[in-house]
């Protein structure tokens, strides 16, 4: 079965791919390279013996989405990765973020719709949830008004979906993550942000290096045990192996509704200096950090209730906060050599 899986060379979405590659899935990857770099097709490769298919897309050109689907009209499922994901970023520069993040989702699924049959898997967000009122969070809590225009696309993404599932041949399943950090353990492919990364583990492991001077540890006053932020961070292989399972949910037909939402986390949460710790234990390096205001957008704590996941998907995750900041840690050695 070919399956789409757009932003496909970032993140999340390349080990992915690696998961739906082993599984016996052809994959085709689109991805504008914005966020990432066309030498991860060779990690893919070296892990899994088999290179994807790959076109340079920006899914904002209506006119390529229509021509693609043309061309690849065999296509069983889409992963949906492509989007822009960073908090701060989307605050500064909210209508990047509303053209990025919603024009393509709509652009996809105006072709999914013509399809006799149609399979989705959104990439969302806890932040959805925005600050939510109890942890750990389920799936039922309620969306709460989003703190940053990345979560508000992310909102809006899920109702698009909903509001299509109903009166099409789409049937979707919205997965909300929550932290993902770490790197595949081949150190082959793993986080590779262009710039000054906006994510915490980068940020760290570059300041680890010598990369960056210091991390910043934006806000010690929050009302948690050691006053930083708390999130659900999980290993990005859990998560991609998340994917494949609610994929082949979906093909198999074994969905109980035309639309799903399961969250993926570990139901543990860590705050910042709890993660820091962490990372100076793998690595036997002293972090240098300094505390500095907190951050617009930025919620005091979130962390998943799993359940769901756990006993309708059969998915759990597998590794801890060390192991996933081994890997980042090792990832990161292996791209500054």
Not at 34 to 55: C, H, M, R, W, Y
Not at 196 to 220: S, W
Not at 237 to 253: E, F, P, Y
Not at 303 to 321: E, F, I, M, R
Request: charged share 20%; hydrophobic share 40%; glycine share 8%.
């Amino acid at each position: 079965m070919k399956i789409l899986v757009t932003g496909g060379l970032g993140f999340i979405g390349s080990h992915t791919v690696v998961e739906l590659q082993n599984e016996g899935f052809e994959v085709v990857i689109v991805d504008n390279l914005s966020n990432t770099s066309l030498s991860v097709l060779d990690g893919i490769q070296n892990i899994t013996g088999k290179i994807p298919a790959f076109e340079k897309l920006d899914l904002r050109e209506k006119d390529k989405v229509q021509d693609f689907f043309k061309r690849h009209h065999d296509i069983s499922g889409v992963i949906h990765f492509a989007a822009s994901k960073a908090v701060g970023e989307s605050v500064e520069n909210p209508l990047l973020y509303y053209e990025n993040n919603i024009n393509a989702l709509v652009y996809i699924l105006q072709e999914l719709q013509q399809k006799i049959e149609a399979n989705f898997i959104f990439s969302s967000s806890c932040t959805v949830y925005g600050q939510a009122e109890t942890m750990p969070i389920t799936e039922n809590a309620s969306i709460q008004t989003a703190m940053s225009p990345y979560g508000n696309t992310k909102q809006i993404g899920e109702e698009i979906i909903t509001d299509t599932a109903k009166v099409t041949n789409v049937n979707a399943i919205l997965l909300r993550y929550f932290n993902p950090i770490g790197a595949h353990p081949s150190t082959e492919i793993g986080e590779l942000p262009i710039g000054v990364p906006q994510n915490l583990v980068p940020f760290i492991t570059q300041t680890g290096f010598g990369l960056r001077k210091e991390l910043a540890v934006y806000g010690d006053d929050y009302p948690t045990p050691d006053g930083t932020a708390v999130r659900d961070y999980i290993h990005v292989v859990d998560l991609a192996k998340a994917h494949v399972i609610a994929l082949q949910r979906l093909l198999n037909k074994k969905n109980t509704a035309k639309v799903e939402t399961f969250n993926l986390g570990t139901g543990t949460g860590s705050s910042v200096l709890e993660v820091i710790h962490t990372f100076e234990k793998v690595s036997g390096k002293k972090l240098p950090y300094k505390i500095v205001g907190r951050r617009e957008g930025d919620v005091t704590s979130a962390y998943a209730n799993t359940d769901k996941a756990n006993t309708v998907l059969g998915w759990t995750s597998q590794s801890t906060l060390e192991e996933a900041m081994a890997s980042a840690w090792k990832w990161e050695q292996k791209i500054r050599k």
